[in-house]
């Protein structure tokens, strides 16, 4: 009987799981070598030896079972239940589990910081994921998704991000623990000053050379994925923005054009832009720290992993034809449709609670004075928000923090709080009621 997948990705297969097993054998004599020299670590080389060596063993099987065109292929039923988990045939539990997921694993990884960032739990989790994107390249839709032109940085992205979100948390917990027992942070250990000449710019020169080689090298081997000319009588589906702004197109399916892409945006460059002079704590400048800073990195790892890094890998694999939800291992059917009952808050508000249909408005109070009613309850919900949540913060939880900013700074802090926290909020109410605008005037294109 032919195996079902093609010699070509075998080979590729095999030779992932051989470099992946390659790099468990450089962990496991890396695991001994440390081990003999570090004190706290003595006993326990030879286990974690062990355990590695057997681990990379576990991937030279695997690398020689597709080098040999006999790999194993990943289930019909692990695919099935993946689609099913997810909820894909019941409407729009597919991102809502996704974003849930996400926000319940950024928790946990800085409560449980401490237990993450312990390099065999790191290589651990690592290691799993690299075994199982192994097992899911070898489903055809998977493929189609992982392999475009496009998507390839994606997983370089994914990466990158979670080894320097480690390392940054390692330093962070090793200094924390430092300082609690009262011996300086390692930054103050390593404070050795080098000339810009030669050392920076040569450091900068290696750098510059081996990433233009690594450039050249993926241009030859990735073609750049051109199309045809633009033209509205062929429209791509999905039609999607560049990666970077995937983000931001996802933003779309919550808040109207002039909201996601206008608003918001404006709200990131100038927070960013805000940070250094909203600051109002001075210790762990310099060094890395969570203990120290515990709100300022927690609100920074929140907007850019959850509410950036996260909704672009859901822009990029997630949404497919009529930027619907699909499944990791799910066919993009562009015949699928998800039939909506999107509504307003006025609708809620006066329809359903009050019973007043809402064309009654322009004809008893005009078309000028009619919409603004007709929206006043998302209009007072909104100021309410924008305007009285900051008092009342300023007077309850976050009073420390109004004594120690004063006002300007601690407007402009929770201001663009608040427009940080708009997304999460407007995607639940999304979720929960299909609420569409919590102020909808289309008379003059005003929508929120």
Same mark, same amino acid.
């Given at each position: 009987?032919?195996?079902?997948?093609?010699?070509?990705?075998?080979?590729?297969?095999?030779?992932?799981?051989?470099?992946?097993?390659?790099?468990?054998?450089?962990? @496991?004599?890396?695991?001994?070598?440390?081990?003999?020299?570090?004190?706290?670590?003595?006993?326990?080389? =030879?286990?974690?030896?062990?355990?590695?060596?057997?681990?990379?063993?576990?991937?030279?099987?695997?690398? !020689?079972?597709?080098?040999?065109?006999?790999?194993?292929?990943?289930?019909?039923?692990?695919?099935? !239940?993946?689609?099913? *988990?997810?909820?894909?045939?019941?409407?729009?539990?597919?991102?809502?589990?996704?974003?849930?997921?996400?926000?319940?694993? !950024?928790?946990?990884?800085?409560?449980?910081?401490?237990?993450?960032?312990?390099?065999?739990?790191?290589?651990?989790?690592?290691?799993?994921?690299?075994?199982? @994107?192994?097992? @899911?390249?070898?489903?055809?839709?998977?493929?189609?998704?992982?392999?475009?032109?496009?998507?390839?940085?994606?997983?370089?992205?994914?990466?990158?991000?979670?080894?320097?979100?480690?390392?940054?948390?390692?330093?962070?917990?090793?200094?924390?623990?430092? $300082?609690?027992?009262?011996?300086?942070?390692?930054?103050?250990?390593?404070?050795? =000053?080098?000339?810009?000449?030669?050392?920076?710019?040569?450091?900068?020169?290696? %750098?510059?050379?081996?990433?233009?080689?690594?450039?050249?090298?993926?241009?030859?081997?990735?073609?750049?994925?051109?199309?045809?000319?633009?033209?509205?009588?062929?429209?791509?589906?999905?039609?999607?923005?560049?990666?970077?702004?995937?983000?931001?197109?996802?933003?779309?399916?919550?808040?109207?054009?002039?909201?996601?892409?206008?608003?918001?945006?404006?709200?990131?460059?100038?927070?960013?832009?805000? $940070?250094?002079?909203?600051?109002?704590?001075?210790?762990?400048?310099?060094?890395? +720290?969570? %203990?120290?800073?515990?709100?300022?990195? +927690?609100?920074?790892? !929140?907007?850019?992993?959850?509410?950036?890094?996260?909704?672009?890998?859901?822009?990029?694999?997630?949404?497919?034809?009529?930027?619907? *939800?699909?499944?990791?291992?799910?066919?993009?059917?562009?015949?699928?449709?998800?039939?909506?009952?999107?509504?307003?808050?006025?609708?809620?508000?006066?329809?359903?609670?009050?019973?007043?249909?809402?064309?009654?408005?322009?004809?008893?109070? #005009?078309?000028?004075?009619?919409?603004?009613?007709?929206?006043?309850? #998302?209009?007072?919900?909104?100021?309410?928000?924008?305007?009285?949540?900051?008092?009342?913060?300023?007077?309850?939880?976050?009073?420390?923090?109004?004594?120690?900013?004063?006002?300007?700074?601690? $407007?402009?802090?929770?201001?663009?709080?608040?427009?940080?926290?708009?997304?999460?909020? =407007?995607?639940?109410?999304?979720? %929960?009621?299909?609420? =569409?605008?919590?102020?909808? $005037?289309?008379?003059?294109?005003?929508?929120?």
């Amino acid at each position: 009987m032919e195996h079902p997948l093609e010699k070509g990705l075998q080979n590729a297969l095999g030779v992932y799981y051989l470099l992946v097993a390659v790099l468990n054998l450089g962990f @496991a004599v890396w695991w001994y070598y440390a081990g003999r020299r570090s004190h706290a670590q003595r006993g326990n080389e =030879k286990i974690f030896t062990v355990l590695w060596a057997i681990v990379s063993g576990v991937f030279l099987v695997h690398a !020689f079972l597709y080098l040999s065109h006999s790999g194993p292929v990943l289930s019909r039923g692990v695919r099935d !239940f993946t689609t099913w *988990f997810m909820g894909l045939y019941g409407g729009q539990m597919g991102p809502i589990l996704y974003v849930t997921l996400s926000i319940v694993g !950024f928790v946990l990884l800085l409560y449980f910081r401490r237990f993450f960032v312990r390099p065999n739990i790191a290589w651990t989790i690592l290691q799993l994921s690299l075994l199982a @994107a192994g097992w @899911a390249m070898t489903d055809d839709e998977f493929q189609k998704i992982i392999l475009k032109p496009d998507n390839v940085p994606i997983p370089m992205l994914i990466y990158s991000v979670g080894f320097f979100t480690w390392a940054a948390l390692y330093r962070a917990v090793q200094n924390d623990e430092r $300082i609690a027992r009262g011996e300086p942070v390692l930054e103050k250990l390593e404070d050795e =000053k080098v000339l810009v000449w030669p050392d920076l710019v040569y450091t900068e020169l290696i %750098a510059m050379i081996i990433a233009t080689f690594i450039l050249i090298i993926w241009a030859v081997l990735l073609k750049a994925p051109l199309e045809q000319p633009a033209t509205s009588a062929k429209a791509p589906n999905p039609s999607k923005a560049p990666w970077y702004f995937l983000g931001l197109q996802e933003m779309l399916v919550y808040y109207d054009p002039w909201m996601a892409g206008v608003v918001l945006p404006t709200m990131i460059i100038i927070g960013l832009i805000a $940070i250094p002079y909203i600051d109002f704590n001075r210790q762990g400048n310099g060094y890395f +720290s969570f %203990a120290e800073r515990k709100f300022a990195v +927690s609100i920074f790892m !929140f907007g850019f992993v959850v509410l950036w890094v996260t909704l672009i890998v859901l822009g990029t694999f997630l949404r497919g034809p009529n930027w619907n *939800f699909f499944g990791p291992f799910e066919y993009w059917d562009p015949h699928k449709v998800l039939p909506l009952n999107n509504v307003n808050l006025s609708q809620l508000f006066w329809l359903n609670l009050c019973h007043m249909p809402l064309e009654d408005f322009k004809v008893r109070f #005009g078309d000028f004075f009619g919409p603004i009613i007709r929206e006043l309850p #998302g209009i007072l919900l909104v100021f309410l928000y924008l305007f009285a949540l900051p008092p009342l913060l300023a007077r309850t939880v976050m009073r420390s923090f109004f004594l120690r900013m004063g006002f300007v700074r601690f $407007i402009l802090l929770v201001t663009l709080m608040q427009f940080m926290a708009a997304l999460p909020i =407007k995607m639940v109410l999304r979720w %929960a009621i299909n609420l =569409k605008y919590i102020v909808a $005037i289309p008379e003059i294109f005003f929508n929120i």
